[in-house]
């Protein structure tokens, strides 16, 4: 009884209830299969594991902690799916309903006692989005920017009340859209908003009843110096918490214990061009805006800027607006 499905129950089964800690035997297998009502002899079990070894499941036989099978590589390993609940953890544009569901998914990727370790209590502060749609709404952009297509969506802006009362304001807004990023603990749609020729950053957590329209997307071409391929990692390389501007050749000069921190955000390939006892020189392409800004003045004096003037220009008015606050 059951043969016919007795081969997909073993591989639940060796999934489910085995590691290297945790083998099980070919009698205990049969019991198992009992249970889901498949009669099956312990001779069989071994033809069966033989059969799943040939298809290329990574299943060993031991003796130690006890004699038994069990999987030993899984698609997803303990680490990976520790990494990836944790990133899910602290993703912000993801609920909190939906972070519970999906490190329950991971979870059951692992055997029952792999599961049994992994820390139950999920905890995450309240930044999490309340944003339900997000799902529903990742697919329909992912589907618009596939077949060219302009969408149409309300976009929720907070706004500070006289009474003291912050209040959720909605625009609706068509964009055409060219590519999604996860930046800054936040989720975005880069697209063209069709009054303008730019490019403009949307949090993808305030969008709502996102709507493919008929009407053909803008071209990005006519928006970036990309022409066959929107280049996101390229795009977003120059960009700062989000902020778009005008790309330009920056030379900044830094303290060498920052070496760390300017390698983190711009990578080992930075050009150095000139490196004192205390201080290195490099040059940079970036957009000069104000996360460019605010990046610089964090660190102080720390970090000075010799071009191009306009980012001078920026960097010390900002400074100046501090030193007002405090006056």
């Known amino acids: 009884m059951g043969q016919k499905i007795k081969l ?175 930046q800054d603990d936040h989720y975005y749609l880069i697209g063209n908003y069709e009054k303008y020729d730019n490019l403009l950053h949307l949090r993808i957590d305030r969008m709502h009843s996102v709507e493919i329209l008929e009407e053909k997307a803008r071209h990005f071409s006519e928006v970036t110096d990309y022409t066959e391929q929107f280049d996101i990692a390229d795009y977003t390389n120059r960009l700062f918490q989000m902020h778009g501007g005008e790309v330009e050749e920056i030379e900044l000069r830094c303290d060498k214990k920052l070496i760390e921190q300017v390698v983190d955000r711009f990578s080992e390939k930075i050009f150095v061009r000139d490196v004192s006892d205390t201080h290195f020189t490099f040059g940079i392409k970036a957009a000069v805006s104000e996360g460019l800004i605010s990046w610089i003045v964090s660190y102080g004096g720390r970090i000075k800027v010799l071009s191009p003037k306009d980012l001078r220009d920026g960097v010390i008015a900002r400074a100046k607006d501090i030193l007002g606050v405090y006056e």
């Open 8 to 182: 997909l129950y073993l591989v639940d089964i060796l999934e489910r209830y085995t590691d290297e800690e945790h083998p099980m035997s070919a009698s205990a297998i049969c019991e198992r299969l009992e249970e889901k009502g498949v009669t099956a002899e312990r001779k069989a079990i071994y033809n069966d594991i033989d059969i799943l070894i040939q298809y290329g499941f990574d299943i060993i036989c031991t003796r130690v902690p006890k004699n038994g099978y069990f999987l030993a590589s899984r698609e997803f390993e303990l680490p990976e799916i520790y990494l990836l609940a944790d990133a899910v953890r602290s993703a912000k544009f993801i609920s909190a309903k939906k972070t519970r569901e999906l490190i329950s998914k991971l979870d059951g990727m692992l055997s029952v006692y792999q599961a049994k370790r992994r820390d139950k209590n999920i905890f995450f502060d309240g930044s999490k989005c309340s944003n339900e749609e997000i799902y529903y709404i990742i697919d329909g952009i992912n589907n618009a920017i596939e077949q060219g297509k302009k969408i149409t969506f309300n976009y929720g802006v907070r706004t500070l009340c006289e009474n003291r009362e912050i209040k959720l304001r909605s625009k609706q807004m068509k964009i055409s859209p060219y590519a999604m990023t996860w």
